[in-house]
């Protein structure tokens, strides 16, 4: 399954760039590659041209990611009861123009760095139809309460001396459940592991994409993380002078609650099913910690749900966990 961007918001944004310079978007497309790979400093406050760059190329995933993971709160959590959103380093607001599962009513407040960002912010969210705030500020030391507050690709801008101290903030802001969003790298990883233990040391229920509250098995050397195959739009392949119609986005995250989840399932598979003549390997996470599990064909009761296995699905699928 390919992700793709409602047709709204991909007109909105089309209407975004059009008022750029496709050249001088490639150019800052580079640039702000070259920064997310550590090869220069990412800028506080970006130029309107490295905006518009953001759009073309970076926005379609995070959207993406920020989507499936609010697609797993859904799944673990009722959210009938949310009414508002609290979106921390939102940049033009792309996890709160991702979410799904909530109220159409709720009320999201942006909180950005960067006040450039306030009037693509506004456009996106009228061509989505969601209400929202915009408020500029860096991550806080203590905020309002909201129902859910979300951190997308936001905590690992801080440095580590800060970072446990404003996510006891966030969470402790967070009435119904935290979510953290990160790259899909090993320092991703680190700050979602982060955010789990800071959260579960207050009370928190690790509800996704953990099926328990045990110590996490995986490290730096071995992180959890799940891919998304994302379309690219003729802009997003011009901005990056790629062909392909896709690209994979690798992704870590962690959902906190303050009630216990409805867990689908006892184990996680937390790498790419190996599939072989007859037999399926899937690498599993739960209670116990890490552990691989073969189904064979002559296995009828779960051998077709092991071949249509997914990275990041729960497994097994139709079991309900403790």
Request: aromatic letters at 6%; charged letters at 20%; proline letters at 7%.
């Amino acid at each position: 399954m390919i992700a793709t961007l409602p047709e709204a918001l991909a007109r909105a944004i089309e209407v975004e760039l059009d008022e750029h310079d496709p050249g001088a978007i490639r150019a800052a497309v580079a640039a702000l590659s070259a920064a997310y790979r550590g090869q220069r400093a990412i800028a506080r406050t970006l130029s309107p041209v490295e905006r518009a760059a953001y759009l073309a190329v970076r926005f379609p995933s995070t959207f993406a990611t920020a989507g499936a993971v609010w697609g797993e709160l859904a799944t673990v959590c009722d959210l009938t009861d949310v009414r508002t959103v609290l979106d921390v380093g939102a940049g033009p607001g792309t996890a709160s123009l991702a979410a799904t599962g909530v109220p159409p009513r709720t009320a999201f407040s942006l909180l950005e760095r960067d006040s450039g960002w306030r009037p693509t912010a506004e456009r996106l969210a009228a061509a989505a139809e969601i209400q929202c705030t915009f408020r500029t500020g860096a991550l806080p030391g203590a905020t309002a309460l909201h129902d859910v507050i979300v951190a997308g690709y936001a905590l690992n801008e801080l440095p580590e001396t800060t970072r446990a101290a404003a996510i006891a903030s966030l969470w402790s802001a967070a009435r119904i459940a935290l979510i953290v969003l990160e790259p899909g790298t090993p320092k991703g990883f680190a700050v979602c592991e982060a955010a789990r233990s800071v959260a579960l040391a207050a009370g928190a229920h690790a509800a996704a994409p953990c099926t328990h509250n045990e110590r996490c098995p995986m490290t730096t050397a071995d992180w959890c993380h799940q891919p998304l195959r994302v379309a690219r739009s003729a802009i997003h392949r011009s901005a990056k002078l790629g062909s392909l119609s896709y690209e994979d986005e690798k992704f870590s995250y962690v959902v906190l609650t303050r009630e216990p989840p409805r867990r689908g399932a006892p184990a996680r598979i937390v790498r790419k099913p190996i599939r072989s003549g007859g037999h399926v390997h899937l690498d599993l996470c739960n209670a116990r910690g890490l552990q691989r599990t073969t189904v064979a064909r002559s296995n009828k009761e779960h051998y077709r749900d092991a071949r249509n296995a997914e990275w990041g699905n729960v497994w097994p699928p139709s079991q309900t966990g403790d």
